[in-house]
């Protein structure tokens, strides 16, 4: 009766163990971190900063082979589902570099690392790129005339392998010309595989998607990486009795992207992917207060909306209905006083509202000491820039890039891989 501890080491022949009384019979004063499935549930909870798994990996081989291996990484986007923003790309040569990091050592990534090269990319001489699109991991840029017209080409580019594509513009379909528009142009994801999360969608098919509106008519026309072609033309007329210009930013929810519709009156512009459609919704009037600072499309009420933000800065949200009958209409939802969500000092104030992100309802608000970027589901804040590259400039606007960077670039600690996409693509790694 006294020899209980030696009692499993006398298991008679035949009987089975399972796999944890067995690791518990080799070495029962083993640490619970030498088991491998559960330290690496652990290390799956490690926050998705850039730094996280780069210094977890030089713990020892062990714990590098575990944070090494491509299906850990799956495994990692999966429990954290959304990548974080790791920084913002600014529209403007003015803003040098136009990459900057919104994270604090030793998660900042180093403007360098995310440069854009446009030597060698056939056809840009004599135009002028400028990015138009941040979304899935990859950043686009297209190249227009000196007036900003046009689309020559486009270039899609995923900042972390340093993977360049470059695609020709859209072709003359049903007589439309898209040299002569002002062209808005999207960037998005396709993958279709089961439990795929966005953020490091390196070697993922993607959509190319321009859109314009000339002479009363909405079109759009999009490219599949899959296929390496354009599909058909697809055009709607726009029901309003004045001119319509597109707005430069667009909003992604469930399958269809939106933009807003600028005039005397006010819709928002849908393509649904599903349908190969376009559509407009119209805007109530009374939504769009005179000397607004901005509109901007949002999904914070969990349906498609909008944000008017006033001139004393507060932000009414809008959200789509539909009512018993299933007739859909707007109804007016939360308000935000922007200007109380920020630690702002007697003497500091609010300067303008660069952007609201409708993927990620993100707000990023200029203000006399910095620029911050604001959760609107959270109303978390951080400041992110303390020195403001928009003091002078007020038609610098941000492009949020969200990726889990670091993290994907460890297969190569494994010497499993390495950048996807041909054009000199290699991943880049922080150093610690």
Not at 266 to 284: C, H, K, T, W, Y
């Amino acid at each position: 009766g006294m020899q209980a501890s030696g009692a499993a080491a006398s298991t008679p022949a035949g009987s089975t163990c399972s796999p944890s009384s067995r690791r518990a019979s080799i070495s029962p004063t083993s640490s619970p971190m030498e088991d491998d499935d559960l330290l690496m549930e652990i290390l799956l909870r490690l926050p998705p900063r850039p730094s996280s798994l780069p210094r977890v990996s030089t713990v020892c081989k062990r714990w590098r082979r575990i944070v090494a291996d491509p299906q850990f990484f799956r495994r990692f986007c999966a429990h954290h589902r959304e990548p974080p923003i790791v920084g913002v790309f600014f529209n403007s040569s003015l803003v040098e570099p136009p990459f900057r990091s919104t994270l604090d050592p030793p998660d900042l990534i180093p403007p360098e690392l995310f440069s854009l090269r446009l030597d060698g990319i056939e056809g840009g001489d004599g135009g002028i790129w400028s990015i138009h699109s941040c979304r899935h991991g990859r950043v686009l840029f297209i190249c227009s005339d000196r007036t900003g017209r046009g689309c020559r080409h486009v270039l899609v580019w995923d900042p972390v392998t340093g993977d360049r594509r470059c695609i020709g513009s859209s072709p003359q379909l049903d007589g439309h010309d898209w040299s002569g528009s002002h062209v808005q142009a999207d960037v998005l994801c396709v993958a279709g595989d089961k439990g795929h999360v966005h953020g490091a969608c390196h070697s993922s098919p993607f959509k190319v998607v321009l859109a314009c509106v000339s002479k009363g008519v909405a079109y759009a026309c999009v490219y599949s990486s899959e296929m390496g072609a354009w599909a058909d033309l697809i055009s709607t007329m726009v029901p309003f009795d004045t001119p319509s210009s597109l707005g430069s930013r667009s909003m992604l929810l469930g399958n269809s992207l939106y933009w807003f519709l600028f005039g005397p009156q006010m819709g928002i512009l849908e393509l649904n992917f599903d349908r190969q459609s376009l559509a407009v919704i119209e805007v109530p009037p009374d939504a769009c207060v005179a000397n607004h600072q901005g509109l901007f499309l949002s999904t914070l009420g969990g349906t498609l909306g909008f944000i008017v933000v006033s001139e004393s800065y507060r932000a009414q949200l809008w959200d789509r209905t539909t009512n018993f009958d299933c007739v859909a209409g707007w109804m007016p939802g939360r308000t935000f006083e922007l200007r109380k969500l920020l630690p702002l000092k007697s003497g500091e104030w609010i300067k303008r509202v660069m952007f609201i992100a409708g993927d990620d309802n993100v707000a990023f608000l200029s203000t006399s000491r910095g620029i911050f970027m604001v959760h609107l589901e959270s109303l978390q804040f951080e400041e992110i820039f303390k020195s403001n590259p928009d003091c002078w400039l007020s038609t610098i606007y941000p492009y949020p890039f969200k990726s889990f960077f670091a993290a994907a670039g460890l297969s190569d600690l494994g010497g499993r891989g390495q950048g996807e996409g041909g054009a000199g693509g290699t991943t880049h790694q922080l150093e610690y």
